[in-house]
């Protein structure tokens, strides 16, 4: 069974400051791999995402993530963040094939930006 | 864009009471999804539907039923609602898309309490 793990629950950073989120799985087979974020009071949406080719992915507001399937991580950075970018970020993964229909979620960081 | 609602963002109810939610999506997808987000736990499937009348059951079924009778419409249930159910409850719906690399898109949540 695939598990993920995001290291940290909180991380406080100032403004224009750059930022890592950390995000570790568990899997045995090949897996997608996605950054979802949830800003206060609204749903999840999607950040970016992993499927195959190359390894760092973009997101269009800065955000990128690099998928490294030695150490089975795909962290997300973002060079300078804005007070815009606090929100709550849920790594999640699934894998490839006609049953799967599932993601499974990291238990969330919460990135506060300090003015 | 990809429209999906939840009948209520917040929700008090009494122990005991039938209590159901609702969620519809507008953009003819196969799949949906109901998930609980807790502090400290991030999400958790309930139930997901891959088709109409289709269902299966997801890591945390105890206690919730679900009813899919028309494609863009997935409602929970919690037949008999217990405090421990205090939680946001979020819908998500994808095209289907065998081998899971589409996006999930999510509703806003609803903020169930049960008193």
């Known amino acids: 069974a695939q598990s993920v793990t995001q290291l940290d629950s909180q991380v406080p950073v100032f403004e224009e400051a750059p930022v890592e989120l950390r995000c570790n799985y568990s899997s045995s087979v090949s897996v997608y791999l996605f950054w979802y974020v949830q800003y206060p009071n609204q749903g999840l949406q999607l950040l970016l995402k992993?499927?195959?080719?190359?390894?760092l992915v973009e997101s269009i507001n800065g955000f990128e993530a690099e998928f490294n399937k030695s150490q089975t991580s795909f962290h997300l950075r973002k060079p300078s963040v804005h007070i815009s970018d606090t929100a709550e970020y849920f790594c999640?993964?699934?894998?490839?094939?006609?049953?799967?229909?599932?993601?499974?979620f990291g238990k969330g960081t919460k990135l506060s930006v300090i003015p | 864009d990809v429209k999906v609602t939840q009948s209520s963002r917040y929700l008090v109810k009494r122990t005991g009471e039938k209590v159901f939610l609702e969620c519809v999506q507008d953009m003819d997808h196969e799949n949906m999804f109901w998930y609980r987000q807790d502090p400290g736990l991030g999400l958790r499937l309930i139930y997901f539907s891959y088709d109409v009348k289709m269902k299966e059951k997801g890591d945390i079924p105890e206690g919730y039923s679900v009813s899919r009778e028309k494609k863009e419409r997935f409602s929970l249930i919690l037949e008999s609602a217990s405090t421990n159910q205090t939680s946001m409850y979020l819908c998500a719906s994808r095209v289907g898309l065998a081998g899971g690399t589409d996006t999930q898109y999510f509703g806003p949540g609803t903020r169930l309490t049960v008193l």
């Open positions: 999640a993964v699934s894998e490839p094939g006609a049953g799967s229909y599932q993601l499974t």
């Open positions: 992993y499927l195959s080719g190359s390894t």
